[in-house]
């Protein structure tokens, strides 16, 4: 089926639903015919978070999702396994250091709805499911606020060798007030300061991975007594406005030494941010006719700090709803649509975009919204609703199903390669049921996929960044080089 | 065999060697003929290190030692199999967060010899040895210097929950000025400011896992979509000398809350520390006869802070070397003997002691020594040497093997009895290899120990505290009470 000239039906055209969470952009799409550079493969992670609701609120009651076991070890062991099974890349786990405490101005909600509260550590969850892996990939959330990168990157280190050089680490600031008051930081510091945290952050880990062993420092002689040399290790010396750290790194070279880079925000600033230190990039929700776009801004950016757009790849987040036919595709969208929470929607969105949306009664209709009233946050996501939504509720409810792509197996495979074809590189598999919705994916879509030369079928041998990109270490042109000890 | 006057004879009677780590008062002990007290148990743990060579240094090089697999996960897996079929409590996981680079000025031999560095996050050892255990407790070292207290306060709340309450940390408040120098502290702060340090941090972490979420905030009604009640979580409000933390507590209340509180300094303000906090106490070496006085000193300690000697363990460092019979045990010794290694030894002991023992020639006799050149560390050292101990480096390796227990299974299980008898909760089984001294130990002695009654055949059902207490909640007269939320 590869190249074919496919029509994508949207879902909603099917329903007539107004509350469908299909952008327009995605009516009466075409796939592009022309054939995928050979070696390129779709890059497909599980997504995933440390607790009960990650984005799609609601549906953590559902009886078939394991979301409230995720104190226990075994749904994430499952899940692990499913995800190898399936010849995944990763699982790649989202974090927040705080509440989403703004909507009608606390977190009653997000108790109630467990809107990524009670979260948990994601970190800890990786050596348990490297237990039972052997080629999947681990990236993990972890912001600089929140940990010492002397700590921090011996963390990185370990795990990076109990897991065979399987870790990717998804650097991010915070955006939630409440975790900058957790962190001591009496609210969060203003993002340009974050960022250039985050800069000093990486240019510390940077020496600590790269700079403080060579790569024959540890020689393990049993005859002469000798594990290491100590004339191949030496301190970092790090002096700069947020850390001081001496070093050496406790950790001897781990197999990547310094992780797969992911990055998200999409921020101008957080793209720059990602243009000089990120290897994967997640574009979150992104349209098909959007994607050549990013894709070309992200080269420029990219040719300016001296990288080549190959070096990164972009991610794409999809969450598919397939059930073999599309008429079975359609009654679980159904089904998920009325369990959606509209609240917990809302608080998601208050805490994301710094916004009290608690002020507007869902019910009221976008129509009597007056445009002269309404600014910013609001007025945004007024102005990008898709047609037919009715109301305000409509509207919150579409935005938690946006990543949705609805239909059989084939026709989502044919969305996916669309995009991939687009520019996007691979995509981060959004759960509505855990494991539920990576099942469904990798028994029905991900076959297709695979016949058509997409997907694939085994793992390269070697580190995550090896699998990712064919070469075990960062190139010449990334920061992390110019600190290498050779 | 309980209860039973027999006489335990020191290995170095049989081999007259003057460098064998047998502390005087070893000599001709009797085993007291009283009976355990009904109910007393010896706690029994397995000490060890994410690293190659944590105590015994030199021993890596063994054939038959794994430590130099220390990266993998295979003999974690492996060890956590071996200590749960020998019913031990826990695994308890030391960490440095610095070098031993004092010694000759440098951290040369301290590389050579592998000397606790390289060392890894012992932490993340924990899920992956969750996954083979049901039962074993894990302890593991974090220094309150390393990590912001609500960033490990998750982490535990996160380990808890994932081992359904097997977790237990050993407080340190480090000693390697590296280590506060890797963490901007610009050296190591002084002591007493890194127990005011230690004391606040305590205070923090308490807050989060006893004072945020009330035990039934956690609903989970499915119908009426609430998975937490927001009325019964509540924020901390820290604000102290050095931490300020809004909270809540992300993570919903795990099994112990407030994990077990190992804790091991023996300073006078450490014991201070331990009597108001810890429930298990490292006492590390401790003669026979000097543990009815430390008994009697942490009881006046506990006493002063409303808290009862009942409520602490005291845990003794011991290294059996067994090998069936005594003379086996005794060939293996002499195998370890002369492994050992000594300039590792002043590594360590000069890291441990903050005082350069590289100008010392291990060679000279302690009789060259002028007892009024000398003072401080090497006084002592000297004037605590066991006799015919010759030259400074038999002293040091003295000091290596100190913890050695070395004879047949019975006579380390009766030189356990005794210590046992005279007040010591239990032991930290130090190894020379791993897990070869683990294997022999569960295989010899503990089912002598067993047949005794001193130690468990099978596990309490329950949380690593109700294993070890009988109750699941730190008591009433514990600080972590004080900041319960009912």
């Known amino acids: 089926m590869s190249g074919v000239n496919t029509l994508i039906r949207c879902w909603a055209h099917h329903t007539g639903s107004g509350t469908d969470g299909c952008p327009p952009e995605r009516k009466n799409m075409v796939v592009n015919t022309q054939t995928p550079a050979p070696n390129r493969r779709m890059i497909l992670n599980a997504f995933s978070m440390n607790c009960v609701s990650h984005i799609q609120q609601g549906l953590w009651v559902r009886a078939d999702s394991r979301q409230t076991e995720y104190l226990k070890l075994d749904p994430w062991l499952q899940l692990a396994r499913i995800a190898e099974a399936g010849c ?16 009608q101005g606390n977190a009653d909600i997000s108790f109630k709805q467990a809107v990524q509260v009670p979260a948990n550590d994601p970190m800890l969850l990786v050596p348990a499911m490297a237990t039972v892996t052997k080629d999947l990939g681990f990236a993990f959330t972890s912001s600089v606020l929140q940990a010492h990168p002397f700590t921090f990157a011996r963390q990185l280190s370990t795990l990076d060798h109990l897991t065979n050089g399987r870790i990717a680490w998804n650097v991010v600031t915070s955006y939630l007030p409440n975790a900058g008051d957790n962190l001591g930081f009496d609210g969060l510091p203003p993002h340009a300061e974050r960022y250039a945290r985050a800069e000093e952050y990486l240019e ?71 243009a000089s230190h990120a290897e994967c990039v997640f574009v979150v929700r992104t349209s098909t006719h959007a994607i050549p776009g990013i894709r070309k801004d992200f080269e420029k950016r990219l040719n300016e700090k001296g990288r080549s757009i190959s070096e990164i790849k972009l991610i794409g987040g999809v969450s598919p709803i397939v059930g073999g036919t599309e008429k079975e595709a359609i009654n679980k969208k159904n089904e ?83 995009r991939f074809e687009a520019g996007l590189d691979g995509f981060n598999l959004t759960y509505s049921v855990t494991p539920g919705t990576f099942v469904d994916f990798i028994e029905g879509v991900l076959p297709i996929l695979q016949k058509r030369g997409l997907a694939q079928t085994e793992y390269t041998p070697g580190t995550f960044r090896e699998k990712l990109f064919g070469h075990p270490r960062l190139p010449e042109s990334h920061p992390s080089a110019d600190h290498r000890y050779q």
């Open 88 to 103: 995944l890349d990763s699982i790649f786990l989202a974090d927040v250091m705080g509440l989403y405490d703004n909507y």
């Open 204 to 274: 510390v880990v940077y020496k600590l991975w790269e700079s403080s062993w060579t790569d024959n420092a540890v020689i393990i002689d049993r005859e002469a007594q000798i594990y290491a040399d100590p004339s191949k290790v030496r301190r970092i010396n790090h002096h700069g406005q947020h850390y001081d750290v001496q070093g050496p790194h406790l950790s001897e070279p781990s197999p990547q030494r310094t992780p797969v880079i992911f990055q998200a925000g999409m921020s101008d600033r957080g793209r720059n941010f990602a």
């Open 336 to 418: 998920y649509l009325e369990q959606l929470s509209v609240e917990g929607g809302l608080v998601h969105m208050s805490g994301q975009t710094g916004v009290d949306l608690g002020e507007i009664d869902p019910s009221m209709p976008l129509d009597d919204f007056k445009t002269e009233r309404i600014q910013g946050v609001v007025k945004n996501l007024i102005d990008t609703a898709p047609p037919r939504t009715r109301t305000f509720g409509d509207l919150i409810r579409n935005n938690l199903s946006g990543a949705w792509l609805v239909g059989s197996d084939e026709q989502v495979a044919n969305e996916l390669q669309n």
